[in-house]
């Protein structure tokens, strides 16, 4: 079946040690999306790749930071973990954007927690 | 800028009952909406979303949801809950403005009683 994929589904770090998050799809999709969740909140978009051109959402913390080699994988790099990172990290894909009004199917999330 | 508000955070309904979730958006044009489901620990699954035409939409699990412009209101549906239907539920906008991606309301938490 054609999914998104979240790996790992659970993460722990230590305060200021760099971690990355992956995603990759089977969709084939042009959009790849990175959504932080946190606790009993709603889901709030970080950045998101049309193909190869990055969009940063304008009050994405520097220590944000994303990668999209291929159009199957997408990363999530957080360069200095502090406490209130620690979240649900959700990857989205959509074929060609919410602007067409195009559907966004999500990964199974990757929980982050930092120590 | 568009937003959604969901003003029910928790709702507990007996097994077999009807149920409605209510959401509530701002946006100057015509909106595309989504509801979706989150169980526990869980990604996002999209239920239904509407994007133009029938203003009555149908979705999976037997939910659908009706917009009302009028009352900018996109309110989610299900006329016999089962207990698999406990999760929180969110209703989200596509943000327009040639911005893509979607704003999520606080989502409400459905709770069913035996």
């Known amino acids: 079946d054609a999914m998104v994929i979240q790996n790992p589904r659970y993460q722990v770090t230590q305060f200021g040690k760099p971690v990355t998050l992956s995603c990759s799809q089977t969709l084939n999709h042009n959009v790849m999306y990175w959504y932080q969740q946190k606790s009993s909140q709603a889901p709030k978009l970080l950045f998101h790749?049309?193909?190869?051109?990055?969009?940063n959402e304008a009050d994405t913390p520097d220590n944000f930071q994303s990668r999209r080699p291929n159009t199957s994988f997408c990363f999530l790099d957080i360069r200095s973990p502090g406490l209130g990172d620690a979240a649900m990290y959700l990857c989205?894909?959509?074929?060609?954007?919410?602007?067409?009004?195009?559907?966004?199917?999500f990964g199974p999330g990757t929980r982050l927690l930092v120590l | 800028a568009q937003s959604v508000t969901q003003p029910d955070i928790h709702i507990t309904v007996s097994e077999g009952a009807s149920l409605e979730l209510r959401c509530n958006y701002s946006y100057g044009a015509t909106p595309y909406l989504f509801w979706y489901v989150q169980s526990p620990g869980q990604g996002l699954q999209l239920l239904l979303k509407y994007f133009s035409g029938d203003t009555l939409v149908q979705g999976i699990k037997g939910f659908e949801a009706e917009f009302k412009r009028s009352q900018s209101s996109f309110n989610l549906r299900k006329p016999s809950v089962h207990w698999s239907d406990a999760a929180e539920y969110f209703c989200?906008?596509?943000?327009?403005?040639?911005?893509?991606?979607?704003?999520f309301g606080k989502g409400t938490h459905l709770i069913i009683q035996p």
């Open positions: 790749y049309y193909d190869k051109d990055f969009n």
């Open positions: 989205a894909t959509s074929r060609a954007g919410t602007t067409r009004g195009e559907t966004q199917y």
């Open positions: 989200a906008v596509a943000r327009g403005g040639g911005a893509d991606g979607l704003t």
